[in-house]
């Protein structure tokens, strides 16, 4: 089962659930928003000690 974390949604403000694949070090990639369905650019990186961080960004922003 793939890890996930919760951000909110730079449109609507709704916390979101992610599911995170980890095989990649640094991901970066477009998801729409569950809730208010606006494109959301995902930003996904890993510590050395295995701790995930993740930010959402509006897709025009990025």
């Known amino acids: 089962?793939?890890?996930t974390?919760?951000?909110p949604c730079p449109y609507c403000g709704?916390?979101?659930e992610l599911m995170i694949d980890e095989s990649a070090d640094l991901?970066?990639?477009?998801?729409?928003?569950?809730?208010c369905c606006r494109?959301?650019?995902?930003?996904?990186?890993?510590?050395?000690g295995g701790e995930?961080?993740?930010n959402?960004?509006?897709d025009s922003d990025a």
Not at 27 to 35: G, H
Not at 39 to 48: L, R, T, Y
């Open 5 to 7: 974390i919760t951000v």
């Open 39 to 48: 494109p959301m650019e995902i930003s996904v990186a890993f510590g050395a």
């Open 56 to 58: 959402a960004a509006r």
């Open 14 to 16: 709704e916390r979101v």
């Open 27 to 35: 991901q970066r990639y477009v998801e729409d928003c569950p809730v």
């Open 52 to 54: 995930m961080w993740a």
């Open 1 to 3: 089962m793939l890890p």
